[in-house]
């Protein structure tokens, strides 16, 4: 059995870390190893240990970054009827990922924002989407109600993310619930009034 060294955990936090904090300051294309590496307070030998450069460093980070809300996000939400949403069960479960996504909230704020042909925000929508056809198991019938879903929870997150100071967790777990138990129109409308 292969044990982890916590060690080369500890370390690959920090290059992670050292790579988004240079993000929130530089284009990605001005970042040089050697600024990662001051950043992390090792030397290039232990850089180029885990990674051949930082284009390996970004390709590897972004396809994790979206790893820890996919094992995060739970859709139960989804099989409640609108008799039955605001029962504690699914909206535990929607609150749940809201906590999640508002602890990492600057890290994908950033990682959203990076002009990529592949962007995270995009797979992360994708990821709802899938864990929604999962629970579901409904086919192609529910895919573009699927892809209409995904994409309203997340966008709604963004929102959040852009007005918190005006607008509660708590808030937006309402509004969710609004929307699936009588459409969004309908809650838009109510708001409105």
Known sequence: MQRTDLRVMKTLKQIDGAL???LADTPYDKI?????????????????????????????????????????????FVEASPETIQDLVYRRSFENTLHFLF????????????PLQDGVFGRMIQIVHDAILDKLAAGETIYPYACLFASDMMTMVRCWFQYKERVSAKEVQELMCRNMKQGMFRTFRERMC
């Open 32 to 76: 040089t190893v050697d600024q990662l590496c001051r950043e992390t307070m090792i030397n290039r030998s232990t850089f180029y240990k885990y990674y051949t450069g930082k284009h390996d460093l970004m390709e590897r980070f972004l396809r994790r970054a979206p790893e820890g809300f996919r094992r995060q996000v739970d859709v139960a």
């Open 20 to 22: 988004l904090s240079c």
């Open 103 to 114: 602890r990492h909230k600057a890290e994908y704020e950033l990682l959203w924002s990076l």
